[in-house]
Antibody, heavy 118, light 109 residues
Framework: QVQLVQSGSELKKPGASVKVSCKASGYTFIGYSINWVRQAPGQGLEYMGWINTNTGNPTYAQGFTGRFVFSLDTSVSTAYLQISSLKADDTAVYYC???????????WGQGTLVTVSS | QSALTQPPSASGSPGQSVTISCSGTSSDVGAYNYVSWYQQHPGKAPKLMIYEVTKRPSGVPDRFSGSKSGNTASLTVSGLQAEDEADYYCTSHAGSIGMFGGGTKLTVL
């Protein structure tokens, strides 16, 4: 079945970097964009952007430029989210989601909790 | 881009119907028939409930329905059940980037 499996929880110190993975299975990876969504503790869903799995071209939403990088390894059907210069308010659950078409997210990863604390 | 506007809360008794609104602009909700709704239970990943304004994915009960009028989309849950208590989020296509509503907490009284 179509599935996205994300890497496990991370505990990082301020200023460090983190890389979250999102491995796809059950479908042809190239052809469906992967989107990233942030959810801070007790807050709503926040759209971060997406990466085109055909071209590798990323598009970032406002507020997610500079420290956030989307990338791919199509040989292992995996998308990555890297966040550098981590701050306390980056503490959140990060989700990847497959875009079925036109921002319809039909399959989600289980979420990765990133905690930033000294 | 601006977020879509949803009421923070909604409620209803078992068996009743509840409608949650999602207000956008002529550049997003009003421009495209690509509004989706997601259900999220605490500690779980969101789940697609409605897409392309009115379509239900396989496995979603027909108690869930969607509609749109102008720049406002709506999700209606009929015959409320206890398991419908969750947070609900709308999204809309808006050109090359997506956006979410602020979310609505649905309480089943």
């Amino acid at each position: 079945q179509v599935q996205l499996v994300q890497s496990g929880s991370e505990l990082k110190k301020p200023g460090a970097s983190v890389k979250v993975s999102c491995k796809a299975s059950g479908y042809t990876f190239i052809g469906y964009s992967i989107n990233w969504v942030r959810q801070a503790p007790g807050q709503g869903l926040e759209y971060m952007g997406w990466i085109n799995t055909n071209t590798g071209n990323p598009t970032y939403a406002q507020g997610f430029t500079g420290r956030f990088v989307f990338s791919l390894d199509t040989s292992v059907s995996t998308a990555y989210l890297q966040i550098s210069s981590l701050k306390a308010d980056d503490t959140a659950v990060y989700y990847c989601a497959r875009d079925q078409s036109y921002m319809t997210y039909d399959c989600w990863g289980q979420g990765t909790l990133v905690t930033v604390s000294s | 881009q601006s977020a879509l506007t949803q009421p923070p809360s909604a409620s209803g008794s078992p068996g009743q119907s509840v409608t949650i609104s999602c207000s956008g602009t002529s550049s997003d909700v009003g421009a495209y028939n690509y509004v989706s709704w997601y259900q999220q239970h605490p500690g779980k990943a969101p789940k697609l409930m409605i897409y392309e304004v009115t379509k239900r994915p396989s496995g979603v009960p027909d108690r869930f329905s969607g509609s749109k009028s102008g720049n406002t989309a709506s999700l209606t849950v009929s015959g409320l059940q206890a398991e419908d208590e969750a947070d609900y989020y709308c999204t809309s296509h808006a050109g090359s980037i997506g956006m979410f509503g602020g979310g609505t907490k649905l309480t089943v009284l």
